[in-house]
Every structure is written in C-alpha cells, then in structure tokens.
Nanobody, 119 residues
Framework: QVQLVESGGGLVQAGGSLRLSCAAS????????VGWYRQAPGKQRELIAT???????IYADSVKGRFSISRDNAKNTVYLQMNSLEPEDTAVYYC?????????????RGQGTQVTVSS
C-alpha cells in the first residue's frame, strides 16, 4: 500500500523559512516524479515544484528563487525548502507522486500539512 506523509508545516513570520518533508512507503521516489502542490482557502490546488526521476526540477514563478525541492533516496523522502516566506504562501501543502510529471495531479498524494505565514 502506497502512503505519503507530509510534515514540517507550521506558523512562521513573513521572511522566515520552513522545510517540508514528504516520506513515502510502498513506492520508490527515486523511480518516480514528485511534486509539491498547495491549496489556499477558496482556491484551486496549485503545482509549485516538481522533481523528475532524473532529478531535474521545475518551479512555479510564484516560488522561483525562494523554494527548493530535493530528494533523499536513502530515506525515500522529498523535501521542500521554503525561504523568504510571504503571507501569500499560506496554504495546505501536499506532495504527489506518479511515474510521469504529466500525471502527478492524479497520482498518489498525502494528507497535507498546513503552512501559515503571518505578516
């Protein structure tokens, strides 16, 4: 059974940093694409960062230069380092995984972790 568990969310002041983790069981992240999505109240889920099986990364313009996605294959975990956080980054953050980047949204997903950035 595939399970993804996100952690690391919390309350932080604007300008601060957080590192989110997504730990997987039942699936090898190294062989799959992984993406971080976020969903703010009343908004659609937004893809903000992806890492392909070959470790190439893509970022949404809204987080480029501030967020960094990485993976630790030995721990079967993907991270999202978030720096220079802004109140607009407040959302529930989810990790998704799938064989292909194009199918991430409908792939396996975790339960999410709340990030709240205060001004």
């Amino acid at each position: 059974q595939v399970q993804l568990v996100e952690s690391g969310g919390g309350l932080v002041q604007a300008g601060g940093s957080l590192r989110l983790s997504c730990a997987a069981s039942g699936i090898m992240f190294s062989a799959n694409a992984v993406g971080w999505y976020r969903q703010a109240p009343g908004k659609q889920r937004e893809l903000i960062a992806t890492i392909a099986s070959g470790d190439s990364t893509i970022y949404a313009d809204s987080v480029k230069g501030r967020f960094s996605i990485s993976r630790d294959n030995a721990k079967n975990t993907v991270y999202l380092q978030m720096n220079s956080l802004e109140p607009e980054d407040t959302a529930v953050y989810y990790c998704h995984t799938s064989l292909l980047l194009s199918t991430l949204f409908n792939g396996y997903r975790g339960q999410g972790t709340q990030v709240t950035v205060s001004s």
